[in-house]
């Protein structure tokens, strides 16, 4: 190895060292740019689509803008008058919701409770609401004081709100200069090694939409899917669990296990039986079959490749060391270094110690 080979490597490594230190202590501006970095990712395609098409990049990335943006308007605004009009037949139904609650309560806990007839339930549920709205001021005042000092203490902390709420512009500069950034990298690449770097790349790129932009495809139709089986089950909130579960679907099989949860409880306080919760169990496997066998094949396809206990195992470890952001970029993540052991691999079974006898 030439002393100049040498001298690169250590370069590169007490970069990469910096860099990891700049990464940890300012986690906040990292996740700004992380989330801004993976909307240009998914938005860029439809950008490039119409520059394709002989419009300018900047216009370009307004219209994309201007879409996304009323896409997004219309998708909250269908939200809050559907929830907002479950939420007032929930109310109607709360009545019925306490008398199932009671009869399916033991009598041991009913003793407990001291609430042996329905009546001493509602009078207990009454004062419970009444000591809340006492002491929520109480209960508010040390976190106005916490938040009070630290927003006054901390500049940290107003540059991090700042951050979120710049993001749009950072989208903005990623998506117009998207095409410098590329090229810029690629100067860097020794000619030799820029085929090799170009199909990597292309590899990693196949990866990361297969998962990012198929993912998000199947997160809403799942939504839909769930939507409509609760709905017709007549579970309260059906709207709002299954668009739940389906949004949350994004960590892979979380989302699944939150909607069977919330749906069934809904289920046993608006029913009281056993058939309506066996219904919503068996959507959700009907939709999670649906899913694993037609739509994730057909969307995704088979370009991130992961076993689904290695997807597991991923989400395990990305949650215990990073929490929810982890749990995140715990597949991807996986699904990408799936690809650099697929090349080790293939160097491995070419390689003269594999080979030799």
Known sequence: MSKSTKILLVAALLLAITAVAVLYYSSAVFLQLFIAFSLAYILNPAVELLERK???????????????????VAFAVFLVVSITGEFSNMQLNLPAYA?????????????YLGVETPDRLTLRLTEFAQQVRSAAPDLLKPLLAFLQKTLSSTVGVLLALLGYLIIPVYLFYLLFDLPQLKAFIESYIPDRFLPAYTKKLSEVDAVLSGFIRGQLSVCAILALLYSAGLYVIGIDLAIAIGTLAGVTFIIPYVGTIIGIGLSVVMALLKFNDILHPLLCLSWFALVQAFEGTIITPKIVGDTVGLHPLVAIVALLIGGQLFGIVGMLLAVPATAVLQVFMRSLGDYYRNSEFYREG
């Open 54 to 72: 002989g419009v300018k990049r900047l216009y370009g990335i307004v219209i994309v803008f201007c879409l996304t943006a009323l896409t997004g």
């Open 99 to 111: 008398r199932h609650l009671y009869e399916i309560t033991p009598e041991s806990i009913k003793g």
